[in-house]
């Protein structure tokens, strides 16, 4: 009979040979999880015996990451801006990169806005970590998918934040009333080529909607569009901040220009990389 330990080495050397990324870590998450222990639990028990029951829960989960199947999706949720957010086929994946855009947000938006519209909600992630940043504040958070702001309700529900986060259907700012305005617009919408798109790891080209990663115009449609509605949405004062694809800022800060917009910049990941726009009217 193995035990943890080795079922976890066993499992890492598997995930190795399937050039999936931290094998190690990935290992020991899909065992504690199939096994219902934590990281921490899992260690204090990697020399107990795993019985077969719990052997065939184990092999099943490891058989779908094997397939590239991503970690979140198996675990069935994420962490994002400390909150537990339900992730699944419906929604992009919350990353790193959207929770520095809402860190980002909470640095430089200046006074706490009242009225925040998030673009392409997904998982609810940016609207539901924006909700508890600023606690005064009323989110709308919007999407063209039916089953994006389904998953959307099951994460506000679950961060009790149903109350202070409205969600509805449109194509972006298409179903906003005209004359409303808000005081901060938010968006991570679709910014990949399609040759991007086509060249992504398998956890994204296979699991992921589509939809929400690539846009035409070699992945600049979606930007330009939000660019051009969001100028008469912003109250004064108001700010927009965008998470963007690689290569967009010239353009984007142009595109924002000829918007009315008074002034734009470019913000860097923690890469380095030009990864978001912040304008304002």
């Known amino acids: 009979m193995l035990t943890v330990l080795e079922v976890v080495k066993k499992t890492s050397e598997f995930f190795a040979s399937k050039a999936i990324e931290s094998p190690r870590l990935n290992a020991e998450l899909v065992v504690g999880h199939a096994l219902g222990l934590t990281r921490m639990r899992l260690y204090l028990e990697f020399e107990r015996p ?112 149903s109350d202070r986060v409205a969600l509805a259907e449109s194509d972006w700012l298409g ?11 938010a968006s991570n919408p679709p910014y990949l080529s399609q040759e991007e798109t086509e060249a992504a790891a398998p956890e994204v080209r296979q699991y992921e909607p589509a939809g929400a990663l690539t846009a035409a115009d070699g992945g600049f449609a979606d930007l ?22 690689a290569g967009h800022h010239a353009r984007l800060i142009s595109v924002l220009r000829e918007a009315g917009y008074s002034r734009s910049e470019s913000v860097a990941d923690l890469a380095g990389r030009d990864r978001f726009v912040l304008a304002w009217p």
């Open 175 to 185: 179903a906003i009333a005209k004359g409303e305005t808000f005081d901060l617009i």
């Open 50 to 161: 795993v019985g077969e029951a719990e052997l065939a829960a184990v092999r099943e989960l490891v058989r779908r990451r094997g397939r590239r199947e991503p970690l979140q999706h198996i675990v069935g949720h994420t962490e994002f801006f400390g909150l537990t957010l339900k992730t699944d086929r419906r929604a992009l994946i919350p990353r790193p990169e959207t929770e520095l855009l809402v860190e980002t947000i909470v640095a430089r938006v200046g006074a706490p806005p009242a009225r925040i519209l998030d673009l392409g909600t997904g998982s609810g992630a940016i609207a539901l970590a924006l909700a508890r940043a600023f606690p005064g504040a009323r989110v709308t958070a919007v999407d063209s998918s039916p089953d994006a702001l389904a998953l959307a309700a099951e994460n506000a529900a679950s961060t009790g934040l």
């Open 224 to 245: 330009e569009r939000i660019a051009r509605a969001s100028a008469a949405a912003l109250a004064p004062g108001g700010m927009l901040a965008l998470e963007t694809g």
